[in-house]
């Protein structure tokens, strides 16, 4: 099972930063690579697809990069909204799809 | 707009049985697979089961596998999610999500999600 390793595991930052969170798979997944948002008591939403592709509705600040084993999803400038925890998630060998523990992002 | 309106959680003996349901609406619900992915309280993302949009084919995570049934019925838009011989570690929220497709063995993406059902097992 391809396992996802996600860092740093909390990143407190201010808004109008920039953040870059990483996730690391322990072999390549090509591009089969997602992020996800999810906002405490809600749902998680979908971000990214496949590395670098916004979902739908997905403002521009939010970027996805990465292929092979390194990963990194960044928001250009932080929006009180931002905050919250990010999951990766894996479909190269699905199923499993698996997810990475998470990041959670919070206002300094 | 997409929506997915989970039900059917609740508290349960070990052992137990749980039917949930997922009610879906906004897209061609019989074009699509769909999956439960559940989520422990205070941890991460666990992908459970997959079903494809026909119904024809039916994934499992190990961790499930024997004691879940995931199923559909096109007619009435609704998803599925019987839980048998229920154990402590699968108390966790339940929420079915929406394949990405175009696949229609499933993309393993999850482009909408509905807000959750919790299951919580103990005696």
């Known amino acids: 099972e391809i396992v996802l390793t996600q860092s740093p595991a909390t990143l407190s930052l201010s808004p109008g930063e920039r953040a870059t969170l990483s996730c690391r798979a322990s072999q390549s997944v090509s591009s089969y690579l997602a992020w996800y948002q999810q906002k405490p008591g809600q749902a998680p939403r979908l971000l990214i697809y496949?590395?670098?592709n916004r979902a739908t509705g997905i403002p521009a600040r939010f970027s996805g990069s990465g292929s092979g084993t390194d990963f990194t999803l960044t928001i250009s400038s932080l929006e009180p909204e931002d905050f919250a925890v990010y999951y990766c998630q894996q479909r190269s060998n699905w199923p499993p799809g698996t997810f990475g523990q998470g990041t959670k992002l919070e206002i300094k | 707009q997409v929506q997915l309106v989970e039900s059917g959680g609740g508290v349960v003996q070990p052992g137990g049985s749980l039917r949930l349901s997922c009610a879906a609406s906004?897209?061609?619900?019989?074009?699509?697979?769909m999956h439960w992915v559940r989520q422990a309280p205070g941890k991460g993302l666990e992908w459970v089961a997959f079903?494809?949009?026909?119904?024809?084919?039916?994934y499992y995570a190990d961790s499930v596998k024997g004691r879940f049934t995931i199923s559909r019925d096109n007619s009435k838009n609704t998803l599925y999610l019987q839980m048998n011989s229920l154990r402590a570690e699968d108390t966790a929220v339940y929420y079915c999500a929406k394949d990405q497709g175009p696949s229609p063995y499933g993309s393993g993406q999850f482009d909408y999600w509905g807000q959750g059902t919790l299951v919580t097992v103990s005696s």
């Open positions: 079903i494809r949009y026909d119904g024809s084919n039916k």
């Open positions: 496949d590395a670098s």
């Open positions: 906004g897209f061609t619900f019989s074009s699509y697979g």
